[in-house]
C-alpha cells in the first residue's frame, strides 16, 4: 500500500461522514472551535457555499461567503479539519454553475440565491 494513504487514513476524520450533502449555492452554518490561549470555544459561520474543491477527502476544501456589517467575508474550510464540530444545511440553493464567484461582484436583492423546491409535500392529518 502507498505510504501516504497510510498516513491519510491514520488522521481520518470519523465525523466527515456524519456532514450533510451539500453543493454550491447551499447555505450552510459551519460551527468552528476556536482556541484563544487555554480557553476553547464554539463560533458558527453561516454563508453560501461558493466552491466545492480537491478530489481526496484528504485535499478536500469548501469555500463559505456571507456578508457582514456590508463587507463580503470568505472563508476556507478543510473537510478533515479536526476542528469542525458540525456543519448544518440551512438551505438548498438553486444555481446552474459549480463554482458562484459572480456573487462577489452583486449586493443586495440581486445577491439573492433562489431556493429549491423540495419534491417531499408535507401531509397534515387531519384530527
Same mark, same amino acid.
Not at 466527515?16 to 464554539?42: H, N, Q
Not at 458540525?86 to 433562489?114: D, P
Given at each position: 500500500?502507498?505510504l501516504?494513504?497510510?498516513?491519510?487514513?491514520?488522521?481520518?476524520?470519523e465525523?466527515v461522514?456524519s456532514?450533510?450533502?451539500?453543493?454550491?449555492?447551499? $447555505?450552510? =452554518?459551519? #460551527?468552528? /472551535?476556536?482556541?484563544?490561549g487555554?480557553?476553547e470555544?464554539?463560533?458558527k &459561520?453561516r454563508?453560501?457555499?461558493i466552491?466545492?474543491?480537491g478530489?481526496?477527502?484528504? $485535499?478536500? =476544501?469548501? #469555500?463559505i /461567503?456571507?456578508?457582514?456589517?456590508?463587507v463580503?467575508?470568505?472563508?476556507? &474550510?478543510p473537510?478533515?479539519?479536526?476542528?469542525?464540530d458540525s456543519?448544518?444545511?440551512?438551505?438548498?440553493g438553486?444555481?446552474? /454553475?459549480?463554482?458562484?464567484?459572480?456573487l462577489?461582484?452583486?449586493s443586495?436583492?440581486?445577491a439573492?440565491?433562489?431556493?429549491?423546491?423540495?419534491?417531499?409535500?408535507?401531509e397534515e392529518?387531519?384530527?
Amino acid at each position: 500500500m502507498d505510504l501516504m494513504k497510510v498516513v491519510e487514513q491514520a488522521f481520518a476524520n470519523e465525523k466527515v461522514a456524519s456532514y450533510p450533502k451539500f453543493k454550491a449555492g447551499d $447555505t450552510i =452554518t459551519v #460551527t468552528y /472551535r476556536i482556541k484563544e490561549g487555554d480557553k476553547e470555544r464554539l463560533q458558527k &459561520f453561516r454563508g453560501v457555499v461558493i466552491q466545492l474543491r480537491g478530489a481526496t477527502p484528504t $485535499t478536500k =476544501t469548501f #469555500t463559505i /461567503r456571507k456578508v457582514s456589517n456590508g463587507v463580503g467575508v470568505e472563508r476556507i &474550510f478543510p473537510f478533515e479539519s479536526p476542528f469542525i464540530d458540525s456543519i448544518e444545511l440551512n438551505k438548498v440553493g438553486k444555481v446552474r /454553475r459549480a463554482r458562484i464567484f459572480y456573487l462577489r461582484n452583486l449586493s443586495g436583492k440581486k445577491a439573492r440565491i433562489k431556493e429549491k423546491k423540495s419534491g417531499l409535500i408535507k401531509e397534515e392529518t387531519a384530527e
